[in-house]
């Protein structure tokens, strides 16, 4: 888990953790990826929809992209700067067609919460969040509370319980919160809640170690 720059302005709820969403320019892009893929998985094959146009399309757009993109390195770098790992995340960052995104702020007792809808890019059982996706809003929302909270590091464990399954097309809400520091070692808990009712929680232990950024 690489945690995010520290971003201290946000709505009266408490300070933002995650990038500004952007109205245009790459967030824009993406947003519309978003829609997209969730517009692919609506529709499958046998609607009339011509799928075969729709792929050239589409490779002819990666295509331009691809042409256009810097060097593996160079992206690298300049991901790194300014607002860092928040503007590419897979869970928060507008950059990325993966993230929901889901949009995290702290609050004064140092814990820190965001609500999220998940479609079906996001399903696992029928109508319900995949476990892997689950696990992967937890890991980070744990590391941000750990950056908001005091001291951060990397994931060493993160142990889930699936009490109930996670619905899609319903609001969740997703919580952290730190509870120990012991040297380097961080332990940090959280869950994710539907309807007020409690579907997964998680307890991670977090080491105070950070891996070097590209430059």
């Given at each position: 888990?690489?945690?995010?720059?520290?971003?201290?302005?946000?709505?009266?709820?408490?300070?933002?953790?995650?990038?500004?969403?952007?109205?245009?320019?790459?967030?824009?892009?993406?947003?519309?990826?978003?829609?997209?893929?969730?517009?692919?998985l609506r529709?499958?094959?046998?609607?009339?929809?011509?799928?075969?146009?729709?792929?050239?399309?589409?490779?002819?757009l990666?295509?331009?992209?691809?042409?256009?993109?810097?060097t593996?390195?160079?992206?690298?770098?300049?991901?790194?700067?300014?607002?860092?790992?928040?503007?590419?995340?897979?869970?928060?960052?507008p950059?990325?067609?993966?993230?929901?995104?889901?949009a995290?702020?702290?609050?004064?007792?140092?814990?820190?919460?965001?609500?999220?809808?998940?479609?079906?890019?996001?399903?696992?059982?029928?109508?319900?969040?995949?476990g892997?996706?689950?696990?992967?809003?937890?890991?980070?929302?744990?590391?941000?509370?750990?950056?908001?909270?005091?001291?951060s590091?990397?994931?060493?464990?993160?142990?889930?319980?699936?009490?109930?399954?996670?619905?899609?097309?319903?609001?969740?809400?997703?919580?952290?919160?730190?509870?120990?520091?012991?040297?380097?070692?961080?332990?940090?808990?959280?869950?994710?809640?539907?309807?007020?009712?409690?579907?997964?929680?998680?307890?991670?232990?977090?080491?105070?170690?950070?891996?070097?950024?590209?430059?």
């Amino acid at each position: 888990m690489n945690v995010p720059t520290h971003d201290t302005t946000g709505p009266t709820t408490g300070p933002r953790l995650v990038a500004e969403r952007h109205p245009g320019g790459v967030d824009a892009a993406v947003a519309a990826a978003r829609r997209l893929v969730t517009a692919l998985l609506r529709t499958g094959d046998g609607t009339g929809a011509d799928m075969d146009g729709i792929a050239a399309r589409l490779d002819a757009l990666a295509d331009e992209l691809t042409e256009k993109a810097p060097t593996v390195p160079e992206r690298l770098a300049e991901m790194w700067r300014g607002e860092g790992v928040t503007r590419h995340d897979p869970v928060t960052g507008p950059e990325n067609a993966l993230a929901p995104p889901l949009a995290l702020h702290g609050a004064e007792d140092r814990s820190v919460s965001g609500t999220v809808t998940l479609d079906l890019p996001y399903q696992g059982p029928p109508g319900h969040v995949h476990g892997g996706v689950s696990a992967l809003l937890l890991d980070h929302t744990l590391g941000v509370d750990n950056h908001w909270a005091g001291p951060s590091g990397m994931t060493a464990e993160l142990t889930l319980r699936y009490l109930r399954p996670t619905p899609l097309f319903e609001p969740l809400t997703v919580t952290g919160r730190q509870d120990s520091v012991d040297g380097s070692r961080i332990r940090t808990s959280g869950e994710i809640s539907a309807g007020g009712k409690v579907c997964v929680t998680a307890e991670g232990l977090f080491i105070n170690k950070r891996l070097p950024r590209p430059s």
